[in-house]
Structures are given as C-alpha cells and as structure tokens.
T-cell receptor, first 114, second 112 residues
Framework: GAGVSQSPRYKVAKRGQDVALRCDPISGHVSLFWYQQALGQGPEFLTYFQNEAQLDKSGLPSDRFFAERPEGSVSTLKIQRTQQEDSAVYLC????????????FGQGTRLTVV | GNSVTQMEGPVTLSEEAFLTINCTYTATGYPSLFWYVQYPGEGLQLLLKATKADDKGSNKGFEATYRKETTSFHLEKGSVQVSDSAVYFCALLRSNDYKLSFGAGTTVTVRA
C-alpha cells in the first residue's frame, strides 16, 4: 500500500479482555516498530522487528504484551488481560533500512480499556 | 540515557505570527535530530531532520538548526498559517540505533 496501515483505528475493551492490533507496513520495508503513546505524551518505544525477527522487545511494559511478525510483513501486537493503564494510542512504523533511515508511521490504534 | 525536552504547550498564535518551539536533548555521541508533526486525525509525519552539528533542516517554511554546543534543535517558522495547527514532536536517534526517543509534544493552534 501507499503507507503504513493500522487496524482497527479505535478499540474499546473491557478490563481483562484480550486485544489484537494489526499493522500493515509499507511493502518491502525491512524494519517495523511499535510505539505506545499515552495521552499528552510522546511515543515510547515498545518493540522492533527486522524482517520476521524480533530483535528488541525491551520496551514492552509487561509479559501481557506480545508482538509477532511471522512472515516479515504484517505485524500483530497482542495485549492479554487488558488493564486501564494500557489505554493509549499504539503506533506502528516501518522503514526501508535498519539504522538511521526514515520511519513512516501509521495513524495508530486508540485503545480504551473500560 | 537519551532524553528530549521540548517546550510545553499549548501554543496559540495568530496567522502570520512567528513560531518557535524549543527542544533540548541529552544523548551520548552524535545523535540525529528530528521534528515530527501530527495533524488532526493523521499519523506522525517527518517534518525535518538534521544528522550532524550545525546542519539545518528545513521543510514547508519550518527550520531547525542542530546546535551541539547548546544541545538544542529549536523549531522555527516565520509566518504560520491555520494549516500549521498540529502537534509537534522533537525526537532523537542515537548513532547506529533504530529507535526514536520523543519529547512530549507541543500543541500549536493558529487562529485566522
């Protein structure tokens, strides 16, 4: 596609529910990132994939968060047993290269846990 | 560690006014510096960047100069338009790294 696509755009989950957020990166982009943006804050790094390999998951806040990119293209961020503090906008970004190349961001998924 | 501090908002201006948003950073080595913009209902877009000291990034009338001596990367525009209303984020990328560190964002509203 022309840009990074994320779905759904909005998700409301009851506390304790599992959610899955999808990211379609730009075709051919090697690198894929997930960021979490709390209200009124800048994005915070969650995890990084190079093709299908998850090279860095240091930003995942707990073991309830899990991300995958099995075929090196589409990625899914899964949050198990959602909590209120998980409410945020989840941003996906992709880039053609590895380090120091421009990252293109999707519009994000706004997750609200009630 | 790496950190980015930017001017708190919100900032409200009249059309054709001068805009400046301050950004300072803490990082080892020689990071690359960025300004991203988020228009209402849209994703983050790269506005401009600078990769080494004294570089000036520019785009859409916005400018920012990488000042290593003051560890700053302030964003400026001489004459803003209503269409510049957005949230602006300063960010850095360490040498040979892949993950961006962002400031908290500054909301700018331009009134006609």
């Amino acid at each position: 596609g022309a840009g990074v696509s994320q779905s759904p755009r909005y998700k409301v989950a009851k506390r304790g529910q599992d959610v899955a957020l999808r990211c379609d990166p730009i075709s051919g982009h090697v690198s894929l990132f997930w960021y979490q943006q709390a209200l009124g804050q800048g994005p915070e790094f969650l995890t990084y994939f190079q093709n299908e390999a998850q090279l860095d998951k240091s930003g995942l806040p707990s073991d309830r968060f899990f991300a995958e990119r099995p075929e090196g293209s589409v990625s899914t961020l899964k949050i198990q047993r959602t909590q209120q503090e998980d409410s945020a906008v989840y941003l996906c970004a992709s880039s053609f290269g590895v380090a120091r190349t421009e990252a293109f961001f999707g519009q994000g998924t706004r997750l609200t846990v009630v | 560690g790496n950190s980015v501090t930017q001017m708190e908002g919100p900032v409200t201006l009249s059309e054709e006014a001068f805009l400046t948003i301050n950004c300072t950073y803490t990082a080892t080595g020689y990071p690359s510096l960025f300004w991203y913009v988020q228009y209402p209902g849209e994703g983050l877009q790269l506005l401009l960047k600078a990769t080494k000291a004294d570089d000036k990034g520019s785009n859409k009338g916005f400018e920012a100069t990488y000042r290593k001596e003051t560890t700053s990367f302030h964003l400026e525009k001489g004459s803003v338009q209503v269409s510049d209303s957005a949230v602006y984020f300063c960010a850095l990328l360490r040498s040979n790294d892949y993950k961006l560190s962002f400031g908290a964002g500054t909301t700018v509203t331009v009134r006609a």
